[in-house]
Nanobody, 125 residues
Framework: QVQLEESGGGSVQAGGSLRLSCAAS????????MGWLRQAPGKGREFVAA????????RYADSVKGRFTISRDNAKNTVYLQMNSLEPEDTAAYYC??????????????????WGQGTQVTVSS
């Protein structure tokens, strides 16, 4: 089992930037595909970005492509989400998640086995 803890959320004006971090503890971090997902009020949890175990492969939701960047540091057991050009539509609780499955399975919320408690991101216009 792996424990995940997010940090870095907050309030920002449209066009601003935030960097989310997720620290993992427990089992070997590099064994997991890592992802970021988000949930806005009244909506389901949606995929934002995923990164392969080695960090060589990344995928993004169309809505964030070109604005968000996911990265990981396996030596520090940490995954990051750099969010630039933020829009009010990005307002949501952001969750870090770990998957034991294939990278393809990590492109949907159901593909994850472990979740953090989430960090709130609020973007004002």
């Amino acid at each position: 089992q792996v424990q995940l803890e997010e940090s870095g959320g907050g309030s920002v004006q449209a066009g601003g930037s935030l960097r989310l971090s997720c620290a993992a503890s427990g089992r070997t971090f590099s064994n997991y595909v890592m992802g970021w997902l988000r949930q806005a009020p009244g909506k389901g949890r949606e995929f934002v970005a995923a990164i392969s175990r080695s960090g060589e492969i990344t995928r993004y939701a169309d809505s964030v492509k070109g604005r968000f960047t996911i990265s990981r540091d396996n030596a520090k057991n940490t995954v990051y989400l750099q969010m630039n050009s933020l829009e009010p539509e990005d307002t949501a609780a952001y969750y870090c998640a770990a998957s034991r499955s294939s990278f393809v399975a990590s492109l949907v919320a159901s593909g994850y086995d472990y979740w953090g408690q989430g960090t709130q991101v609020t973007v004002s216009s």
